[in-house]
């Protein structure tokens, strides 16, 4: 069953992770989504390529023009400077907390769960992380796993870009099933 008649968010701003964005988008489309990178800003965003910039990426939609209703699911890129910099972008974190409130699947990679921790919604949750946030993840009440992916109730996890294709597996596996009542918070 392909992804036809879904809609994906991805999250980002300066500083994603190429990898991590361009991976998810080029795979969720090849499966029939409709995908949207969503940002503060409408223009490009500029991803960071393991030691320097990279590819530029044109912003579909403007954060404050949507809502978690218009999409199935949501894609937090990572990168140091991306989730850095929208954990304090409460627009962002409203966002987040909507698709939790909604029982909808969310990705999220490498320094990503930074964005779950300040929109409240990991406490009790099985995750990962990349390893230099582990710390940050159990401070907040999850229980951090190293594996390449950790699935708990449509919150899927994962390490670093060397666990790109076990996390885009999992996303495609959770779009699918659609929503899950344990994904559900009352952040």
Sequence with gaps: ????????AILATDGFEKSELFEPLEKLKAEGATVHIVSPELGSIKSWDVDDWGETVEVDKKLSEVKADDYHSLVLPGGVINPDKLRINDTA???IRAFFKAGKPVAAICH?????????????????SFKSIKQDVINAGAKWMDKEVVCDQALVT????????????KIIEEIREGKHEGQVVDA
């Design 93 to 95: 974190l409203d966002f």
């Design 1 to 8: 069953m392909k992804l036809e008649n879904k809609n994906i």
């Design 158 to 169: 994962s390490r670093n870009p060397d666990d790109l294709p076990a996390f885009i597996d």
């Design 112 to 128: 990503a769960p930074w964005l779950l921790i300040s929109a409240g919604v990991i406490e009790n949750r099985k995750v990962t």
